[in-house]
């Protein structure tokens, strides 16, 4: 089954604390991994993108990323988090079916407090 | 440049009933997607359309239909609605169909009563 695991549905950090936040995938083939970011009352964002290459990641907002393939992991991470990035944040992958199916996970809501 | 349009914002209708829900991609955009997004879940595939053709379908009921037009705009529509169709429906759109990246609209928020 085709599916992604979130462990965090919700997570609440001071500024200036270390985030990261766990994602686990599923699926037997070869995956291109995201996460995406919907702050408060705006549209589901792009934060960064694993093809190929090098595992880990550098986003937008000094967020990055590491891919460990044996541990089917793509987990997020920021060393010191700011007010601004309080928001939802969703970990998908895209398999090779041919088409554009991305697979979501359930999403972890970040707060952070000043 | 206008990313991609969603409308309406909002709907409230009512079990039974017929939805269409309309997106616009961004310009030069080809391939559109559609996703549920159901309260406290991420966001389900529905369907992919690519040059006005269906590439893939998602785990939803034939009530679900979609169509893109010449111009690259799609419609979703939903026929005999459920109270657990209630959800925001996303579109997404990309260069082509084999594209990675995929941009998505604000959505529309269907609620059935």
């Known amino acids: 089954a085709q599916s992604v695991s979130q462990h965090n549905h919700h997570v609440i950090l001071s500024e200036a604390a270390s985030l990261e936040l766990g994602c686990n995938y599923s699926?037997?083939?070869?995956?291109?991994l995201f996460w995406y970011v919907q702050y408060p009352g705006q549209h589901l964002q792009l934060l960064l993108k694993y093809f190929s290459g090098d595992p880990l990641v550098k986003g937008i907002k000094g967020f990055e990323a590491e891919f460990i393939k044996s541990k089917f992991s793509f987990n997020l991470r920021k060393p010191s988090v700011q007010w601004s990035d309080t928001a939802e944040y969703f970990c998908?992958?895209?398999?090779?079916?041919?088409?554009?199916?991305?697979?979501f996970g359930t999403g972890t809501r970040l707060l952070v407090s000043p | 440049d206008a990313g991609v349009t969603q409308s309406p914002t909002h709907l409230i209708k009512t079990r039974g009933q017929h939805v269409t829900l309309r997106c616009s991609p961004i310009s030069g955009h080809k391939s559109v997607s559609w996703y549920q997004q159901v309260l406290g879940q991420g966001p389900q595939f529905i369907f992919q359309?690519?040059?006005?053709?269906?590439?893939g379908r998602g785990n939803f009921p034939d009530r679900f239909s979609a169509r893109q037009f010449p111009n690259y705009s799609s419609e979703l529509n939903v026929n005999a609605l459920l109270l657990g169709d209630s959800a925001l429906y996303l579109c997404a759109s990309s260069l082509t169909s084999g594209s990675y990246e995929q941009f998505f609209g604000p959505g529309t928020r269907l609620t059935v009563l």
């Open positions: 998908a992958f895209l398999g090779n079916t041919g088409f554009q199916k991305l697979v």
């Open positions: 359309y690519y040059e006005k053709e269906e590439r």
């Open positions: 699926y037997g083939g070869t995956v291109n």
